[in-house]
T-cell receptor, first 114, second 114 residues
Framework: DADVTQTPRNRITKTGKRIMLECSQT?????MYWYRQDPGLGLRLIYY???????NKGEISDGYSVSRQAQAKFSLSLESAIPNQTALYFC?????????????FGPGTRLTVL | QQQVKQSPQSLIVQKGGISIINCAYE??????FPWYQQFPGKGPALLIA?????SEKKEGRFTISFNKSAKQFSLHIMDSQPGDSATYFC?????????????FGQGTTLQVKP
């Protein structure tokens, strides 16, 4: 089945460490997104990409960077992790050709920064 | 800046009852309003969506009611079942802009008691 996968699924790290979260998709979608989920705050957009050469900041991009290595791969990096980046992170994809904004989410990465 | 406000934050309903989750939006340019369902340990998945040219959309036990003048929309789950226990997110976007960006509400955790 065409899918969206995220690695790792869980990660515990220390303040100041660099960490990378990876997302891969086999759906053939052109658009990819990174969100973080916090209780009571819903899903907030960090970065999004419409193709390999198009990267855009979302509403909470400070402290994060991304790389779109290929149409199927979109990585999120925390250059120097801090405790308030502890959250559940989701990657999502969508297909411009469908004419809808339906997004397909991966299973998430639970990140804890000590 | 929260452009989509969702309530309640949590909801407990007896099996067979009606679950109602409400959302309000600010941006009158929004023209696509989806609801996502998220089970524990999983990513959100599209449940049902509506565009503002209709006031109601029904799919099985799930109904979206839309009030354009009040800038509000709601999800009704009829005959709620324990299997409906999940977190529900409303969202909104400007589909005509083709940005694919969704603005999510804060989420509602629904528990359906047997």
């Amino acid at each position: 089945d065409a899918d969206v996968t995220q690695t790792p699924r869980n990660r515990i790290t220390k303040t100041g460490k660099r960490i990378m979260l990876e997302c891969s998709q086999t759906k053939g979608h052109d658009r990819m997104y990174w969100y973080r989920q916090d209780p009571g705050l819903g899903l907030r957009l960090i970065y999004y990409s419409f193709d390999v050469k198009d990267i855009n900041k979302g509403e909470i991009s400070d402290g994060y960077s991304v790389s779109r290595q290929a149409q199927a791969k979109f990585s999120l990096s925390l250059e120097s992790a801090i405790p308030n980046q502890t959250a559940l992170y989701f990657c999502a994809t969508s297909d411009f050709r469908t004419g809808t904004n339906e997004q397909f989410f991966g299973p998430g990465t639970r990140l804890t920064v000590l | 800046q929260q452009q989509v406000k969702q309530s309640p934050q949590s909801l407990i309903v007896q099996k067979g009852g009606i679950s109602i989750i409400n959302c309000a939006y600010e941006n009158t340019a929004f023209d696509y309003f989806p609801w996502y369902q998220q089970f524990p340990g999983k990513g959100p998945a599209l449940l049902i969506a509506i565009r503002p040219d209709v006031s109601e959309k029904k799919e099985g036990r799930f109904t979206i009611s839309f009030n354009k003048s009040a800038k509000q929309f709601s999800l009704h789950i009829m005959d709620s079942q324990p299997g409906d226990s999940a977190t529900y997110f409303c969202a909104a976007s400007i589909g005509s802009s083709n940005t694919g960006k969704l603005i999510f509400g804060q989420g509602t955790t629904l528990q359906v008691k047997p």
